[in-house]
């Protein structure tokens, strides 16, 4: 189980810090990542963090933007979300996964939390 937090209303330029906790199973997943899902538009990929290693990928159009961390003691996973835009409008969702892959498909992933909203005013 997963629980997002941190999303809300925020003005074109300005930062969000996203938060997901995980609990329950969730203790012994490979990895974690965050999707994205506009109105009208298909869940897509934003980030991905490998919870041993620490290893983070990410969409191209957050990359520079976007940074991925994990807290292991707190089961916790973040993204702090700078420069935002008003693209970056979505509903946010964390998901968890047992095994290794490829981390941007979301079809692989085999836990998700029910999403945290995220709107950009331009």
């Known amino acids: 189980q997963v629980e997002e937090s941190g999303g809300g209303f925020v003005q074109a330029g300005d930062s969000l810090r996203l938060s997901c906790a995980a609990s329950?199973?969730?203790?012994?997943?490979?990895?974690m990542g965050w999707f994205r899902q506009a109105p009208g538009k298909e869940r897509e990929f934003v980030a991905a963090?490998?919870?041993?290693?620490?290893?983070?990928y990410y969409q191209d159009s957050v990359k520079g933007r976007f940074t991925i961390s994990r807290d292991n003691a707190k089961n916790t996973m973040y993204l702090q979300m700078n420069t935002l835009g008003p693209e970056d409008t979505a509903v946010y969702y964390c998901?968890?996964?047992?095994?290794?892959?490829?981390?941007?498909?979301?079809?692989?992933?085999?836990?998700w939390g029910q999403g945290t909203q995220v709107t950009v005013s331009s």
């Open positions: 998901a968890g996964r047992y095994g290794g892959g490829h981390f941007n498909r979301a079809d692989e992933y085999d836990y």
């Open positions: 329950g199973g969730t203790f012994s997943s490979v990895a």
């Open positions: 963090i490998s919870w041993s290693s620490g290893s983070a």
